[in-house]
DNA sequence: TTATGCAAAGATAATCATTCTTATTTAGGA
DNA sequence: TCCTAAATAAGAATGATTATCTTTGCATAA
């Protein structure tokens, strides 16, 4: 999973660096989709000397280079996912908790429904759900 | 249409003030999503002494009171919906262009969907299409 | 080896949307 | 008309993000 990751850098022509490895696992290991503030916390437990800047630069490097998504919410500050196939959101409307979530039944049913309602003067590349509404338990 | 504002402000307790009615006719006008500065760029022309922090807390005032809805983005600045009723947008990913897109049949097919493919551990509040594409001419 | 180039990181100042504070004004009921 | 809670104005403060400028880490060429 490391070796994924340093390969998927090289891939696009950017050096393996200690930070952007630290960068890449945080936000797999915080796993609800972090801000920036939330990787560099975590961050700093091993890696107490790592710039704010940095982690901002190295965000949009990740984002440029289709290794992270940016997630849409209403908050201000922006979160990360490192998940980039195309996948839907389950929003807390109390938490600020945010899951993914994927159904392929519900892609092809929307795909097709678009396949005979094509919308005017639009050219359509995703379709991503924003489903809001409470967690139960847990 | 005015009266309607003024009328739906009362019902919720608020007093009908000249900001108030001014904020919630540029946005009427603008109609694209706007954001408080542009808000406050059009209110300027006609009302050069409205405070910015009254506008904030106005668009707070609204959307607590369900008047407007915040559109979620992944800009820095937070865009405003007077259109309150559940809608799905068409965003561009070229320009800060937001539509409106409503579709009866495709809400239909999902709230269809999930009679059938419960979500574990959630409870669905509303659902909302973000469509990511290009728009043709205009 | 040593020098040169260059991407990346660190430190910290600047920016900019938004929020807060405090004094003043006003809408709307009594 | 008077009263008062609610709303606004002005401007300072905050907080996330971006920009600037210097330093570091390597790679490659002299
Ligand atoms: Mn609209
Ligand atoms: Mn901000
Ligand atoms: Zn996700
Ligand atoms: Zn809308």
Redesign the pocket.
């Known amino acids: 999973m490391n070796t994924d990751f340093r390969e998927k850098l090289q891939e696009k022509g950017?050096?393996v660096?200690p930070?952007?490895v630290a960068i890449f696992e945080a936000i797999l290991k915080l796993n609800n989709h972090p801000?920036?503030?939330d990787i560099i916390a975590f961050i700093k437990t091993n890696h107490p000397?790592?710039?704010?800047?940095?982690v901002?630069?190295?965000l949009?490097t990740f984002v440029e280079n289709n290794l992270l998504k940016k997630v849409k919410t209403e908050k201000?500050?922006?979160r990360y996912d490192p998940h980039v196939a195309n996948h839907h959101h389950l929003y807390c409307y109390e938490t600020e908790r945010i899951d993914d979530y994927e159904d392929e039944k519900l892609n092809e049913l929307i795909s097709n429904h678009f396949k005979t309602h094509k919308i005017k003067n639009f050219k359509i590349q995703d379709i991503k759900l924003q489903i809001t509404g409470k967690f139960n338990n847990q």
Do not use: C, F, P, W
Request: net charge neutral; charged share 30%.
């Open positions: 950017l050096k660096t930070q952007r801000t920036a503030e000397n790592i710039s704010v800047g940095t901002y630069k190295v949009d201000d500050s922006m």
